[in-house]
């Protein structure tokens, strides 16, 4: 004999159907929030470890361009200090210099002739003096020009006196001191880092 279920079977299947699409979407639903909760954490931390690295380059930085301005102050100190030292090394390689300087204006004075003033700018000498005849200049001029501290004598001007109270010839002579070259300083070469 046949059997033939009249029960609403389509409707209860379809709410089987629906029954398991609720759970499935409820699932999925429940794991794409999962999904995105976990991925949002993740690139947070990620946001966090990059900050903080940024930060900590940040601070390095810092540190490593106060050291470069201190390393720049020290360079621009050292300058300073080489410069220093040149011009006390220039001043006490001069210092005998005037003493030699008045020395040879002395030694290099034929008989005969007198300065009436000597004056110095820079290394050129300014000479005002009387001679008793126009030779007595050039002896003069070629004494300078053998000495080891005058050099270059250049004879400004020379005119002869004949008065009562004075006879000669007055001249005004330019003469170059010779600089003495002063040994040189040199810095100290940098400390050798040890072979590690």
């Given at each position: 004999?046949?059997r033939?279920?009249l029960?609403?079977?389509?409707?209860?299947?379809?709410k089987?159907?629906?029954r398991?699409f609720?759970?499935?979407?409820?699932?999925?639903?429940l794991?794409?929030?999962?999904?995105?909760?976990?991925?949002?954490i993740?690139?947070?931390?990620?946001i966090?470890?990059?900050?903080?690295?940024?930060d900590?380059?940040?601070?390095?930085?810092?540190a490593?361009?106060?050291?470069?301005?201190?390393?720049?102050?020290l360079?621009a100190?050292?300058?300073?200090?080489l410069?220093?030292?040149t011009i006390i090394?220039?001043?006490?390689?001069?210092?005998?210099?005037?003493?030699h300087?008045?020395?040879?204006?002395?030694?290099?004075?034929p008989?005969g002739?007198y300065?009436?003033?000597?004056?110095?700018?820079?290394?050129?000498l300014?000479?005002?003096?009387?001679?008793q005849?126009?030779?007595?200049?050039?002896?003069?001029?070629?004494?300078?020009?053998?000495?080891?501290w005058?050099?270059?004598?250049?004879?400004?001007?020379?005119?002869?006196?004949?008065?009562d109270?004075?006879s000669?010839?007055?001249?005004?002579l330019?003469?170059?001191q010779?600089?003495?070259s002063?040994?040189?300083?040199?810095?100290?070469p940098?400390?050798?880092?040890?072979a590690?």
């Amino acid at each position: 004999m046949t059997r033939i279920n009249l029960l609403p079977w389509r409707e209860v299947r379809r709410k089987q159907r629906e029954r398991q699409f609720t759970f499935i979407a409820a699932g999925s639903l429940l794991l794409m929030v999962a999904v995105i909760f976990y991925v949002h954490i993740h690139f947070g931390k990620l946001i966090d470890n990059q900050t903080a690295r940024n930060d900590f380059l940040n601070t390095e930085i810092a540190a490593l361009e106060k050291q470069i301005g201190e390393i720049n102050n020290l360079a621009a100190e050292k300058a300073r200090l080489l410069a220093r030292m040149t011009i006390i090394q220039e001043l006490q390689a001069s210092r005998p210099a005037s003493v030699h300087l008045l020395d040879e204006l002395v030694t290099t004075l034929p008989e005969g002739t007198y300065y009436n003033s000597v004056k110095q700018q820079g290394n050129v000498l300014t000479l005002e003096g009387v001679a008793q005849s126009n030779a007595r200049v050039s002896s003069l001029m070629r004494n300078i020009e053998s000495s080891p501290w005058l050099e270059n004598p250049v004879l400004d001007l020379i005119e002869s006196k004949e008065n009562d109270q004075e006879s000669g010839a007055r001249y005004v002579l330019r003469v170059n001191q010779k600089v003495q070259s002063a040994p040189v300083i040199q810095p100290p070469p940098p400390a050798q880092q040890a072979a590690q």
